[in-house]
């Protein structure tokens, strides 16, 4: 034996923990590389979870802000007739602006007597 064997006596409780540790170890990479799949697979749904919520929350409001919207522009439509699926707004002036006219020039003339 040289010099670096007796700076380390071999003492065999030393040695039987090392050789466990290894193969310990050893195992252990044996079980990461075979749960890889699982391991990425888990990240992946909660990914595609955590991504999806925010998309719904998303789009729900959204929603929401479109039938804010609608319920604003709705008394324009029933009025003046805006908004038959075309991109510029068309008016037609049908009954119920004439019936609004007629309440209008109704109430004008009541209160001039």
């Known amino acids: 034996m040289n010099d670096y064997c007796s700076a380390f006596p071999q003492n065999p409780i ?3 923990t ?3 540790s290894s193969s310990s170890t050893v195992l252990m990479i044996i079980i990461l590389i ?3 799949p699982l391991w990425i697979a888990l990240g992946g749904v909660l990914f ?3 991504v999806g919520l925010l998309g719904a929350v998303f789009g729900v409001m959204m929603g929401l802000f479109g039938a804010l919207i609608g319920l604003i522009t709705l008394p324009f439509r029933l009025l003046f007739g805006w908004g038959h699926g075309f991109w510029f707004p068309h008016f037609h002036f049908h009954g119920f602006f ?3 006219v007629i309440i209008l ?3 004008i003339l009541r209160g001039r007597k």
């Open 48 to 50: 595609g979870v955590t």
């Open 34 to 36: 075979l749960t890889f």
């Open 105 to 107: 020039l109704a109430f």
């Open 98 to 100: 004439i019936v609004l």
């Open 18 to 20: 090392r050789s466990g």
């Open 14 to 16: 030393t040695m039987a």
